[in-house]
């Protein structure tokens, strides 16, 4: 199997692709959408040319509510107007400064208004961050219990360890698209970010977990029982040793060949339907549909060039320290 | 055994697999008709329940401040206040309006009570703001009988002569017009003068027996001061007693009350005077509240959105079908009718639990589509291997069933664990992406695991050199 053996150029891939990932999110960061920093979004169109940017600034400097920002944008429908985020509003602050944005324009509406006090914010970046804490949790959870009793070469532990490994490559490479996204176009995370990086986590276990779950069932087609009996006091024990009878590499390796049909046709089927709901779907949900997208690339790639690649990669590690002692 | 029973048996198990499959073919295709009756029907006992993003309308999220108030008495008096929203709600005219309670999760620190208005319909929320910060405003006003009884009078002459009432409509008593005059006067007693309100049931006064539940209200120092004067002053007169502008009752003052005490009957019920007695003394609301967040989304964005979702999810799906029937053949036809019954099965539950679809949701559904197909893609991969092995079509169906189980129940677990932790932790928002991902893997397993087995089974036994047209239905990819 070819990303066996060239298990190191994989491995080394998407190590410099966590690295990157990484360098990305740290040097330009994530902008908080009003969800996770309170605030005031008010969405404004208007049925004809789009007035002048500056009118509508200059309108809400002198309401006096302190910063704010203007972003032109489209709603639904396709028509053209603007994106006013200000700092959380009360009614009357609402009030006026939808009147302010509709008197700028012909037939100005406005289509949206959310406001999210500061409470609300932290309190909503504070559950995130712990549902993806104990989603990852529980997962490694799972499957270093689902793969108990794999035992030689490699611990069950390992196996849990590797996907996790896995998941942070899977959801770093999405949360950086949408770091350098946020330079270029202004995207914010959201509540729906979080629920794509969810969605991102459960996908790419998935796909972790039947690779190994066919390099389980190699290994046991793979191997001889040898029971070997102790008498220790008076008490017998019975213990089995198994021996391989394939290298440990080659029952991997068709693991990854028996299972590269479905991962990649599964993520086909997956990213059609986040392809259509990309281009297609509403607005709302694009930047969702494309943390997924990337998401699922990724997971599909590092299922097959990242999982058994470090999975060998360890076992020759422990061999090797095993041998020194 | 002998042959021939072999071959009966043979045959009735055969049967037996056909019987099921078009058995399932069958509630599914209804299923189909019912979920697609309910959707269109407008007079549907279950419609798709739509989320304020989707249809369009505000929602406010009030934060109670119970920093003041007894741990042991929050739940109830959330529950109180709760109700009284409910009734400002309704006032309003809002169809169908949902107010409801959000406790704070374990996971916060502080602990926090929320209530939650969701208005459909409504973008302009500054009068229902108003409205449900407004005040019971409990006023006491003197009737001016002379007034009262002219006003009565003219109305009974109207009554009693239609056809004459133009005439009677310019009635004038002092130079003014009976309809314009204002019987009651104000006295500038209110609610603001309570100390506290209680229910009570009105004993046996003046003979009668009644058990009539009345408030029972103390007025404070002030209050109490004014209420004297108001009735020794105006003893033998009528004092009006209006909740929000309504006239309750307006008993005869018999003589003048010192104590501070007064009773307001109006013919409640036991229900309607406990609330009022709760609203009254705690002034305003049970307890204080602060807006906190709200949000607005236009109806015709919402349908938008809507429609793109639907969109979007027919034009994956119908490509994702496509793909399996393309790849996996006849095995891709069986998995494009389970999941056209995954769908209608997923459709159905939204209809009857019923799960409230926002655009967060829909995006899940959509999602779903895709990854649906991956139990019967587990399942089709391992059967090419046991058919390539040499083994007839419905071993290696059963083989290939029996062998992907501990792919997809692990993979499955996983899923369903994150989805129950989303649904633990997660604000509303995340509870109906969380809900839709948990019934949608529970389903796609049932839809790959029964449906698709049932079917698969269904299908005729054949071996790689029997046939080479039923081999060619069983291959995959772009193999002969």
């Known amino acids: 199997m070819f990303v066996i053996r060239y298990r190191k150029f994989f491995v080394l891939f998407a190590l410099a692709l966590i690295v990157g990932s990484i360098a990305i999110i740290s040097f330009f960061g994530l902008r ?58 009360t009614e009357s602050e609402r009030e006026t400064l939808t009147a302010a944005a509709v008197s700028i324009g012909e037939g100005g509406e406005v289509t949206r208004f959310t406001s999210i006090g500061p409470v609300i914010g932290q309190e909503l970046r504070d559950k995130s961050v712990w549902a993806i804490t104990g989603v990852a949790l529980i997962i490694v959870l799972y499957v ?60 790419s276990v998935n796909d972790t977990i039947v690779v190994f779950d066919r390099v389980r069932e190699n290994l046991i087609q793979n191997r001889t029982e040898k029971k070997i009996k102790t008498n220790v006091a008076g008490v017998v024990n019975e213990e089995i040793e198994y021996t391989l009878t394939k290298p ?20 086909l089927t997956t990213l059609v339907t986040l392809t259509a709901l990309y281009f297609i779907g509403g607005s709302v949900t694009q930047t ?9 690339l990724a997971g599909t790639y590092s299922s097959i060039a990242m999982a058994s690649p470090l999975l060998i990669t360890y076992a020759k590690w422990q061999a090797g320290r095993e041998v020194k002692k | 055994m002998t042959n021939k029973s072999q071959t009966t048996s043979l045959a009735t198990d055969n049967f037996l697999r056909i019987f099921k499959a078009v058995a399932i073919l069958g509630a599914i295709t209804w299923l189909g008709f019912f979920v697609y009756g309910n959707a269109t029907n407008p007079d549907s006992n279950s419609p798709f329940k739509l989320g304020l993003d989707l249809a369009g309308g505000a929602q406010l999220v009030y934060e109670a401040d119970i920093s003041k108030i007894d741990p042991v008495e929050i739940p109830a008096l959330m529950n109180v206040l709760r109700d009284v929203i ?39 929320v500054a009068q229902a703001v108003a409205e449900i910060g407004r005040t019971p405003l409990l006023e006491f006003k003197l009737l001016d009988r002379q007034v009262a009884a002219a006003q009565e009078q003219v109305l009974a002459l109207q009554a009693s002569a239609t056809g004459t009432g133009a005439l009677l409509s310019n009635v004038q008593i002092d130079g003014e017009l009976v309809d314009d005059m204002n019987p009651y006067t104000d006295t500038g007693l209110t609610g603001r003068y309570l100390e506290s309100a209680q229910l009570e049931f009105a004993g046996n006064q003046g003979g009668q027996l009644s058990n009539e539940p009345v408030v029972s209200i103390t007025f404070d120092s002030e209050g109490a001061e004014l209420f004297t004067q108001i009735t020794r002053n105006n003893v033998g007169e009528q004092l009006a007693i209006f909740l929000d502008g309504e006239l309750l009752s307006a008993p005869r003052i018999n003589e003048a009350i010192s104590g501070g005490t007064a009773i307001i009957s109006g013919g409640f019920d036991p229900k309607e005077a406990r609330l009022l007695a709760q ?45 399996m029937i393309f790849w996996y053949r006849l095995p891709g036809v069986v998995a494009t009718i389970a999941l056209l019954s995954y769908v209608a099965i997923i459709l159905a539950l939204f209809q009857f639990i019923p799960v409230v679809l926002t655009a967060a949701g829909l995006a899940g559904f959509v999602l779903s589509l895709g990854m649906a197909v991956d139990a019967n893609v587990l399942v089709f991969e391992r059967m090419k ?12 169906a059963v083989e290939g069933f029996n062998r992907a189980w501990g792919a997809i129940r692990d993979g499955n677990i996983t899923s369903l664990l994150s989805a129950i932790i989303l649904f633990w932790f997660g604000t509303s928002m995340v509870k109906g992406f969380a809900l839709v991902f948990g019934i949608g893997i529970l389903i796609s397993m049932f839809s790959a695991l029964f449906i698709s087995r049932s079917l698969l089974e269904a299908l005729p036994d054949v071996k790689k050199e029997d046939s080479p047209f039923w081999s060619f239905l069983f291959g995959s990819g772009l193999l002969k």
């Open chain 1, 32 to 89: 908080l959408g009003i969800d996770f920093a309170g605030g005031s979004l008010t969405e404004v169109v208007y049925n004809t040319t789009l007035p002048d940017k500056s009118f509508l600034e200059s309108e809400i400097t002198n309401l006096d509510i302190g910063n704010f920002t203007v972003r032109e944008s489209q709603d639904e429908v396709g028509r053209d107007g603007f994106l006013v985020r200000t700092r959380s509003l």
């Open chain 1, 144 to 203: 270093a219990f689902a793969f108990a009793g794999i035992g030689k070469p490699v611990s069950s532990w390992v196996y849990g360890g590797i996907t996790i490994l896995i998941l942070i490559h899977d959801v770093l490479l999405p949360a950086a698209i949408i770091s350098i996204l946020g330079v270029v176009a202004g995207v914010e995370i959201d509540v729906l970010f979080v629920m794509a990086i969810l969605a991102v986590l459960g996908y």
């Open chain 1, 248 to 267: 440990f590499e080659e029952i991997v390796g068709s693991a990854v060949t028996q299972t590269i049909a479905r991962s990649i046709n599964t993520s």
């Open chain 1, 288 to 296: 969702f549909a494309l943390v997924l997208i990337v998401g699922v």
């Open chain 2, 86 to 124: 409910e009734q400002r709600i309704n006032i309003f005219g809002v169809s169908e309006p949902v107010v409801y309670l959000q406790s704070s999760s374990f996971v916060s620190d502080e602990r926090s009570e929320r209530l939650v208005v969701e208005l459909p319909g409504v973008t302009d």
């Open chain 2, 279 to 323: 609203n009254l003394s705690f002034g305003a609301l049970p307890v204080p509240i602060e807006l906190l967040s709200t949000q607005t989304v236009g109806a015709t964005l919402g349908q938008e959105v809507l429609d793109k979702g639907m969109e979007a999810a027919v034009f994956g799906f119908g490509l994702v079908l496509l793909f």
């Open chain 2, 385 to 396: 291997e046991e058919i390539r092995s040499g083994k007839g079509s419905r071993v290696a």
